[in-house]
């Protein structure tokens, strides 16, 4: 882009533009992992939460069921299955943490290969929630880095190159790479974009009308800028529901925990109220 602007003797045209797409994309993603904290944090918690209480708390009540709670009788089946999953954990949580680690490292070595990458990032944009926020980035980031160059002078091959080295995710690059093929050999750009069933109808109908009235920077803006605040919106969504979400997901799980720990305390209090009135009766 400095290049092109050097040539073109716009240059201080193209630096603003270029510092403004900069700061855009910034935005953009300092959004998503402001989105993305919160969750993290909670599942943090949430999981040293966990970790104390099937490691160091549940055990504890273990030793006292098996010594004064019993009396002959078996634990009620729900208590049984978080003793089982306490155990486990606590017995072979060296285990579980290397095999954690292993599966962590081949996955890093998996999507540095390049079927693995595809398949990652054909993933992330089919997941059910996040996949359609980073479907958007992805789109928003496309059409703005276009846009940006080609109006900025830099020729629309060379800038589709430049498009897809920079794309951040392996299907779009793909999807690119096609567009640059087509438009070398003389053809649109809207048939390989409709081909690839990446980019939305709207996109590609959007993308037509600016190829065919020469306005294709200005429109490619506006696709940006309209995805940009789809984005927002979902981003803002999404942070919506998932703090009552988690909470929720965390009552549930150790409100289960508690239960199951009380439940043979009911049943003992039940019998020491039988008891003591067989007792009262004779």
Do not use: W
């Amino acid at each position: 882009m400095v290049k092109a602007g050097e040539i073109g003797g716009v240059l201080e045209v193209v630096l603003r533009r270029l510092s403004e797409f900069m700061e855009k994309a910034q935005k953009i993603k300092g959004k998503v992992i402001a989105a993305m904290f919160y969750p993290c944090a909670v599942i943090t918690v949430a999981t040293g939460i966990m970790a104390i209480l099937m490691i160091i708390v549940i055990p504890k009540f273990k030793y006292v069921f098996s010594g004064t709670l019993t009396n002959g009788k078996s634990l009620p089946q729900f208590t049984l299955i978080v003793l089982g999953i306490s155990d486990a954990i606590r017995l072979h949580i060296v285990r579980t943490l290397i095999m954690l680690v292993i599966a962590i490292i081949l996955f890093q070595i998996a999507i540095h290969t390049k079927l693995g990458r595809r398949l990652f990032d054909k993933i992330k944009l089919k997941m059910p929630v996040l996949g359609p926020v980073i479907s958007k980035v992805a789109i928003s980031r496309f059409t703005r880095t276009l846009g940006t160059l080609v109006s900025s002078g830099v020729p629309i091959l060379q800038a589709l190159t430049i498009v897809k080295e920079t794309s951040g995710n392996v299907v779009i690059s793909q999807a690119v790479a096609d567009v640059h093929e087509s438009v070398k050999e003389g053809e649109t750009i809207t048939a390989p974009l409709e081909a690839s069933r990446v980019f939305p109808p709207m996109v590609v109908s959007m993308v037509d009308v600016g190829e065919q009235t020469g306005a294709l920077p200005e429109m490619l803006m506006k696709i940006a800028d309209s995805y940009d605040e789809e984005v927002d919106n979902a981003v803002a969504s999404m942070t919506s529901l998932l703090e009552p979400i988690m909470i929720v997901f965390l009552a549930v799980i150790v409100g289960s925990i508690v239960i199951a720990m009380f439940l043979p305390l009911i049943d003992l209090m039940e019998h020491v109220g039988e008891d003591t009135k067989g007792g009262g009766n004779d």
